[in-house]
Structure formats: C-alpha cells, structure tokens
C-alpha cells in the first residue's frame, strides 16, 4: 500500500518564516511607536511654567502649574484649565506661533486703507454740516 503523508516538509522553514514576520511587525509598527511614546514622554517631562502649549484637543494656553498628574493651562485672560499631563500634544515654539504684527497682504492693507479714507471723510463731512448748522442757529437767532 501506498501512503500519502501531508505535510511532511521541513518545520524549520515555517520557523524562519513566524520569526521574519515578527522582525518585521517589531521593526514597522511597535519600534516606531515606541520612539514616538519615549519623546512624548521626554516632553512632558520637560514641561515647565510659562510654556504655551498645544492640548490634543486643539485649545493652546500658557502653562500655570503643574504637578505630577496635572497641568494648569491658562487658555484666556483669568481663564485657567485642570488638564491631565496626556492630553499635552505638543509645546509650541515662539516661531510655531504667528506674530500677530506680521504685515498684511497689500490688497487687504490697501482695502482698509480706503475704508478708513472714507470714514475720514464721512468725519469731516459731519463735521462741516456740524459747523453749518450752528452757523444757520446764529443767523437765525440774530434776527
């Protein structure tokens, strides 16, 4: 009789084969991650007061306290949050954060311009009929 083994192949190529699947699980997911983990840690290690920082949430504010569990993040003038240290994204450099002197394009800087002309002028406007009318009571109160 003639008999038909199945799988009668070699273990040690299945071996070689679970082990470069798990290499390379490690070194494109888990490894990755990990270091992604460390320097969010090393972040929120090196937090401090007066830092400006950006909640995963998306709300920024200026660190006021802090302790081991908590940060105190002051969002708006008076205005200070309890937030748990995990929900820091990131610390905002001054050059992340815009300067709210920067110059404006020229076509909204020559738009405001104009609209300020023209309130200079509706100004001097009233102001003329202003001068008139109290000219015309005189006149009036003259005769």
């Given amino acids: 009789m003639n ?8 273990g040690g190529f299945m071996l070689i084969y679970i082990i470069a699947l798990a290499a390379l699980l490690y070194f494109l997911m888990i490894r990755p991650q990990k270091k992604h983990q460390d320097k969010h840690k090393q972040m929120l290690n090196a937090l401090k007061i007066d830092d400006r920082i950006l ?11 802090l302790n081991d569990t908590y940060i105190y993040v002051e969002i708006a003038d008076g ?4 937030l748990n240290r995990q929900y820091v994204a990131t610390v905002l450099q001054e050059d992340d954060v815009e300067d709210e002197t920067d110059e404006l394009p020229e076509e909204d800087a020559e738009e405001i311009e104009s609209v300020e002309q ?3 002028a509706e100004e001097a406007e009233e102001a003329t009929e202003a001068v008139e009318d109290a ?9």
């Fill in 3 to 10: 008999q038909i083994i199945i799988g009668s192949g070699n």
């Fill in 55 to 65: 909640t995963v949430g998306g709300i920024t504010g200026y660190v006021r306290d």
């Fill in 79 to 82: 205005l200070v949050i309890e």
């Fill in 118 to 120: 023209n309130e200079a």
């Fill in 135 to 143: 000219e015309e009571k005189k006149v009036e109160e003259k005769n």
